[in-house]
Each structure stands twice: as C-alpha cells, then as structure tokens.
C-alpha cells in the first residue's frame, strides 16, 4: 500500500513567527501593528467578555479600529460567511482568533477570504493545529463537513503561556497524546514514501530531514518532560517543563504532522469517532490509543512499548477502548476498523491492512493495555 512517490521535490511549510511565553497576550497590539491599523478579533465565548475588556483597553488611544465578535456555535461555512461579512465592515488589516481550535479555524477562514494576515493565539494546549494551514469545516448541526486548506500557514501563533497553565489539565494531556503519534506516524509516511501535506495545491512532495528531526525531538522532549509539565499545570504554575509541553503539543507536532504526515494513529481516532456509543472524548486521547494500535501494527520492540505505555500510564494517557469509552464488542471494533480503513491514512503505512487485520490490530492494542495495567497494579 506504499505510495511511492514519482519526485524527489521536498516541501516544508511553517507558520511565520512563533511566539511563547507568559504574558504574551498583552502584547497583541504590537505584533497586529506589524500588519496595520484595523483588528478583527474572533474570541472563544468563555474569554470573550473578559478579553474583549482587556484587550481594549490595550488599544485605546492606538490608531484605527478594533473590533470583536464572539465564536460560539461551529465551524461552518455559515458561521465564517457571517463573521467575514461583520470583518469587512472595519476592512481589517489582520484577523486576529483567541480561544481553541474551531475558533481558531474561524479565523484562518476569515482570513483567507479577505486575504488578510491571521494571528491565531490557542487558550490551551490541547492540539497541534493551531500552526496548520487548513481549517476543518463542520455542519451547521456538528457533523463533519470537510477540510479548508490554504496556500500559508497562520503569520503569527501567539501563545501565552501563563492562560495555558490556566486551562484544565486534561487539554494539556490530550494534546500530548496527539503529539505522541507525531514520530511513528513521520517513519510510516517515511517508510511507505507517503507525500506531506504542504503545496498540496502544486502538487504531491516529500517530507525534509528537518521534518523527521523535529518529529524525532517531539517524542524525546515528550517522553523526557510531559509528567513533570501535567504537575506543573495541576497546581497552575509556568515552569521550563511546562513551556516545552506547550511547544512539543504546539510547534513541534504541528510542524511534524503537517510536514510529515498522518497515518494508523490517526486512523484508528477517526474510526473511534464513528461508533455511535462512544463517549465524548478528546482529539488527543483518542490518538494515544490509536498510537498504541500503531505500534502493534509494526510490531514495536518491547522496549519502545514499556517506554510508551509506561509514560501513557504516568500522565493519564488512555491506552485501552475501555478508556476511550468503547465497549471492546466485535460490533463496536469491527465500526472503527471499517471506517478507519474506509476513510483515513492507513495507506501511509508501509503494509497493507484490511478490515479484518485493524480489528485484529485493534483487539491486540486492547489487551496489551489491560496486560500493562495489570502489572502495575501487582
């Protein structure tokens, strides 16, 4: 199932500046300044009275318009047409989006559709999108729609560091478990000679040799730094741990995936989402488990197996169905495996799969979480 590719042409694409650490909000005037005058701001509804006040004040007495609107219903086609319309009112000179990942795709739509700058600030660090350059596009009632790519990444990722300590602990943990896939996922699309996801427009390439260090180097710092940052966020405290978390979820897996690709951990999430049962679990813990499938997929040594399932444990990463809230039924797997097969990235990896062997794949994953939880409970 390799892809083999037809070029040799590698493509690499990043957002234009990146930008962390605590506080750092409060400077939003200065880098919207870079661009103009006139700020439209997108915010999340759980920030956006607080920071319509704060972040108004900090443009008082500054030339030009800042405006804001609230996001607080979905990523829809009908919900971007709607907030481009009120942004060309002001005919902004940069879009501005604050809060988590659909307002944040809120506002690269926005942005794209007045071909304007975007600065995206994410209120946690629960998923590598922010530094992407795509949106994914829902139906008005929640449904998935499909995706929006475009030709740059956001021009800015502003993230404060000290609101990231701020949000539930879980976000933090789930966007590590999305980054942990960033590796194993950047050697099967290596190993298949799968294309990346950037120029797509232009055409299929492959990943640099900076891609797979940077994927390499989310996993070391992941694995060397993610119990000590979920300490550090539990009691709401900006230490060196937690900055590097919030740069392995943001940066490093943002750049990995996008610029490497997506394969059986990511299939496996999908798949997750389709049983009807399941419960309303995050993007990141679902990864996590897909992870695990991934490694019984290549038959991973044991030693890199400890390692993994062992931190999973440490942080409260899930690493059986039973804690993705699917009930392990030949019904239920059977609907992951299926539409895991049907629709995502198995084609990344290096060997074929059917159905059958992901349901296989899928039950095996399964019991080596109940084995490790039973040994650490001897």
Known sequence: MANNLKTTTMSWGSPGRYIQGPGELENLPKYTSMFGEN??????QFFYDTLTEKLSRLYEGRPGVFKTV??????SEEQIAEKTAIARTIQPSVIVGIGGGKTLDTAKAVADDLHVPVIVSPTSASTDAPTSSLSVIYKPNG???????????????????????????RFLVSGMGDA?????????NQASDSANYIAGEAGEFRRTKTAMVIAQACYDMLIANGLK??????RHCVTEALETIIEVNTLMSGLGFEN???AAAHSVQEG?????TAGRMLHGEQVAFGTICELVAENAPVELIDEVMNFCMSVGLPITLEDVKVEATEENVRIIAESSVKNSYWAAQPAPVTPESVMDIIFAADALG??????KNK
């Not at 700020?39 to 999340?44: E, G, K």
């Not at 109940?370 to 040994?375: A, N, T």
Request: proline fraction near 4%; include cysteine; charge should be negative.
């Open 143 to 169: 449904e998935h729609s499909h995706a929006r790519h475009y030709i740059k990444n956001p021009d800015i990722v502003l993230i404060d560091s000290r609101i990231i300590a701020d949000a539930p602990v």
């Open 70 to 75: 609230v996001f607080n219903t979905e990523v």
């Open 260 to 262: 490497t690709g997506c």
């Open 229 to 234: 940052a979920k300490l550090a966020a539990e």
């Open 370 to 375: 109940h084995y490790y939880y039973d040994q």
């Open 272 to 276: 997750i989402t389709a049983v009807p």
């Open 180 to 188: 942990l896939a960033t590796v194993f996922e950047a050697k099967a």
């Open 39 to 44: 700020v439209f701001a997108v915010i999340d």
